[in-house]
């Protein structure tokens, strides 16, 4: 591929810098290699913003970052390979960068389109990480001829300066995406603000320090395609919080009513338009419906709660309607919730459909709510409790596996009293049989014994809890003095205890924090639904 323009081969001998830096070949030396940092910043915010919208968007870190990073380290190759056809380094590198530029920049949009409306996430996302690394694989062989465009310097002493200049770029560009562009502007903003700086460092520098090797029609061509660029980018983003709206609402059946992003996960509150079902979703998953819920928090607490229950631990649980249950008992002496995310939480104290539907749990003068992460939380937790509720996401990733480990059942156990009890939401028997049976093994590990128990929630399907104690079984039973519930008597209970010949114990093993077989247990058991 050939610059269409006339203009200097690479290979040629090095001809004098036009323009300002005519006869300073250090400081457009450093000018370049200030072009390499900002544009291996640039690239690398395009790397983590992929991996970071995988995961919230599929919930599976570990997979989209394997994904995302092999594809394009392989696509590197391709691409540094894919230089040794072109000839003429500076119009060669412009085109590249502004190529760069807008696939990086609108890659957030494009994949949130393709989950939203066409279901084709995975393979867009392929085919954008390979464009991606095969562009910046293109960089530094380019860069290299530029460098000894402007000054004849030793390969060694040249890949030298490049590379630094690139990993320095690279530091930086992976600590702003966290801590400046995430907070600031968000993922789909941010993706867009880098690619209007990467066109502009990247084409910019290239039509000023080298346009007497461009010729006037190439400069006139990259002056457009940088131009274009910036023109499809800018429009992007005075449409991304139209776009974003839109594509939200085509994944919900009901109007979303509330809708936000916090430090950990997107938060999306939906309403049906007769107001009678009102659903929580984080990071698109279906946490409660307003019609059926109280079969399902009726379900994990009051079991429980046969026996002492003065002091309540919530691990999860951030939407108040377990700590409702629990508050239904007037002996209930504290409740403390230990949540992630304080969105969560202020969202169910504030938003007044949601308060209502807990009962105000937040306002109770009883309740403690904790924004911590539950594992780390119980590490240095000294006190003990009578009940603790396990009311967690399902572990589908990394950082939920941890908390249906043996390890973490260990930790609950020195938060337990003697007689004390704990509950735990573990998933479907009947959707992923394997993975319900592996948190019953990981309880037995840790030294409880566990007793297991599954209702029928129609948002939800099959669901399944383990009641468990360290002094022997639990009774499977509720408290004499119960209040009164809208689903669960000792009947139902009974039933509940009964598992069809199909999704009894199976051979599932424990999972813990170095082999963490519950996430290949869950995904391999909801394949397919």
């Not at 590379?163 to 930086?172: C, E, H, R, S, V």
Request: net charge negative.
């Amino acid at each position: 591929m050939a610059d269409p323009g006339s203009g200097a081969d690479a290979g040629q001998a090095a001809a004098p810098l036009p323009g300002a830096l005519a006869g300073r070949p250090r400081a457009a030396r450093l000018l370049v290699l200030l072009a390499v940092f900002i544009c291996a910043a640039c690239g690398l915010v395009y790397e983590l913003a992929l991996v970071a919208l995988g995961s919230y968007l599929l919930g599976d870190t570990v997979t989209q970052a394997a994904i995302v990073l092999s594809v394009m380290v392989f696509a590197m190759g391709v691409g540094s390979l894919a230089t040794k056809r072109l000839r003429r380094a500076a119009a060669s590198f412009a085109l590249v960068e502004a190529l760069l530029a807008l696939v990086g920049g609108l890659s957030v949009l494009l994949l949130y389109a393709a989950f939203a409306w066409f279901n084709l996430y995975q393979p867009a996302l392929i085919v954008i990480a390979f464009a991606i690394g095969a562009l910046i694989g293109a960089e530094i062989p380019l860069l290299m001829m530029l460098i000894q465009r402007i000054r004849r310097q030793d390969a060694a002493s040249a890949v030298a300066d490049l590379f630094a200049a690139d990993y320095i770029g690279a530091l930086i560009g992976g600590l702003a995406f966290p801590f400046l562009l995430l907070p600031m502007l968000g993922l789909l903003h941010g993706a867009l603000v880098v690619g209007a700086v990467n066109a502009v460092v990247g084409v910019a520098v290239v039509l000023w320090l080298f346009r007497g090797d461009l010729g006037r029609r190439s400069t006139v061509l990259l002056s457009a395609a940088l131009a274009v660029v910036l023109a499809v980018l800018g429009g992007a983003y005075v449409l991304a919080d139209r776009f974003e709206v839109t594509a939200r609402q085509a994944l919900y059946r009901d109007p979303i009513v509330h809708a936000g992003r916090s430090a950990y996960q997107e938060i999306v509150l939906t309403r049906s338009l007769d107001g009678r079902d009102t659903r929580l979703f984080l990071n698109g998953d279906l946490q409660f419906s307003s019609i059926d819920e109280y079969r399902y928090h009726e379900a994990l607490v009051h079991p429980a709660m046969n026996g002492p229950h003065g002091e309540v631990l919530v691990l999860g649980g951030g939407d108040g309607l377990g700590t409702r249950e629990i508050l239904r008992y007037p002996d209930v002496e504290r409740v403390t919730l230990v949540d992630l995310d304080p969105a969560v939480v202020e969202l169910a104290r504030e938003d007044p459909v949601l308060s209502a539907l807990n009962g105000g749990a937040f306002g109770d003068p009883r309740v403690e709510a904790v924004a911590a992460d539950a594992f780390n939380w119980l590490r240095d937790n000294p006190d003990r409790y009578d009940v603790v509720v396990a009311d967690l996401p399902d572990p589908d990733n990394v950082g939920t596996a941890k908390l249906f480990s043996v390890e973490f059942y260990e930790l609950i156990r020195h938060a337990l009293r003697p007689d004390g009890r704990l509950v735990v939401q573990a998933g479907s028997p009947f959707f992923a049989a394997d993975a319900y049976w592996s948190v019953g093994a990981g309880l037995n590990a840790a030294g409880y014994q566990a007793v297991p128990y599954q209702v029928d929630v129609p948002s939800f399907g099959n669901w399944g809890f383990f009641l468990a104690g360290t002094g022997g079984p639990p009774e499977l039973a509720l408290a004499a003095e119960r209040p009164r519930l809208r689903f669960l008597d000792e009947a139902t209970l009974a039933a509940a205890a009964v598992f069809p010949a199909d999704r009894r114990r199976t051979g599932a093993l424990p999972s813990t924090l170095l082999r963490p077989r519950i996430i290949d247990y869950y995904e391999s058991g909801w394949d397919g639904y």
